[in-house]
């Protein structure tokens, strides 16, 4: 036994290759986020994508980030807004759990797109501000989750050399003992 195939091959490139994102392919990322858990089952998650060949409104999206993703996230083939509706719809409560919920719903999206033969790279690096008024997003209903670049993985020697580097330096993480305790 190990880990899934699908976690263990998920990745977040910088490089992605000149490829198009068919609308059948990008409603499946979104069919699949659709079926993370959520607390009261309230999904709310609500979610803005642009193509790449629709050039006017994926300049929407990639002049919301920062310069530093930008650089990169430019040659995505397809580029996501993440929300989340802050408030339960019953009765109007806070959802405190919405963010968490959202970020479960983007990492299946993430999953995904690894099963469909692309990678998914979330930012948080983004202007807020910008991003509210450029959607025309309330900020009193919906918090700003992540961005998400989508697209084949492709060549790293077209990144700058900062991020070439970044690109292709080992993924490492946290040891388990780091971050579990089992108490008995
Ligand atoms: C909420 C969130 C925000 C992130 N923001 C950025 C970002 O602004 N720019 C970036 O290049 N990567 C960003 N990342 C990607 C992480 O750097 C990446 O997931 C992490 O380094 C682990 O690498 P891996 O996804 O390849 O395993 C973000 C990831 C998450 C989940």
Redesign the pocket.
Known sequence: MGIARLIKT?????AFIDHSITPDEAELLFAAARWAPSSMNEQPWKYYYALKEDSEQFKLFLDCL?P??QV?AKNASMLILSTARKNFDYKGKINRHAMHDT?AA?VLLCLQANEMGFQA??????EPDKTYESFGIDNEKFDL??FIAVGKPGDPSILPEDLRKSEIKP?VRKSLNDIVSRIN
């Open positions: 998920r990745w977040s490139p910088r920062k530093g993703n990169w970020g983007n790279h979330q930012m948080g690096g983004f989750v992540s993924r």
